[in-house]
Nanobody
Framework: QVQLVESGGGLVQAGGSLRLSCGGN????????VGWFRQAPGKEREFVVG????????SATDSVKGRFTISRDNAKNTVYLQMNSLKPEDTAVYYC????????????????????WGQGTQVTVSA
C-alpha cells in the first residue's frame, strides 16, 4: 500500500514562495505518475499540476502556469511543487496524489486517474 506524505505548507505573504514535498514509501515510487490538487473552503478539489512517471511530461492548470513548477527526485522518492508569486487565491489545502502502472507519456489531470492520496497540507497566502 502506497502512503504519501506531504510537507512544506504554511503561511506566506502574497508574492512569496513555498515548496511542497510529497514523499512516497515504496521503492517503485519512481514509476508513479504524481499530481498536486488543492481544495479551498467551499470549493471542489481542483487539479494544480501533474508529472508523469518519467518526468518527461508535466501539466499545469492555467491559473498557476508560470508560477508553479512540479519536479521529481527519484533517488529520494519525492515530488516537489515549487510555488512562486503566491496569491491569496492560492490559499487551500494541497493534496499529493499518485497513480501507478501505466507508463503513460502524459501527466494525469483528473482526480479519478489517481489511486493514492496524501493527507494534505495547508497553504495560506495573506494579502
Amino acid at each position: 500500500q502506497v502512503q504519501l506524505v506531504e510537507s512544506g505548507g504554511g503561511l506566506v505573504q502574497a508574492g512569496g514562495s513555498l515548496r511542497l514535498s510529497c514523499g512516497g514509501n515504496v521503492r517503485t515510487f519512481r514509476l508513479y505518475d504524481v499530481g498536486w490538487f488543492r481544495q479551498a473552503p467551499g470549493k471542489e478539489r481542483e487539479f494544480v499540476v501533474g508529472i508523469n512517471w518519467s518526468g518527461d511530461s508535466t501539466s499545469a492548470t492555467d491559473s498557476v502556469k508560470g508560477r508553479f513548477t512540479i519536479s521529481r527526485d527519484n533517488a529520494k522518492n519525492t515530488v516537489y511543487l515549487q510555488m512562486n508569486s503566491l496569491k491569496p487565491e492560492d490559499t487551500a489545502v494541497y493534496y499529493c496524489a499518485a497513480a501507478a502502472g501505466s507508463f503513460r507519456a502524459q501527466a494525469r489531470r483528473t482526480p479519478d486517474d489517481y489511486n493514492y492520496w496524501g493527507q494534505g497540507t495547508q497553504v495560506t497566502v495573506s494579502a
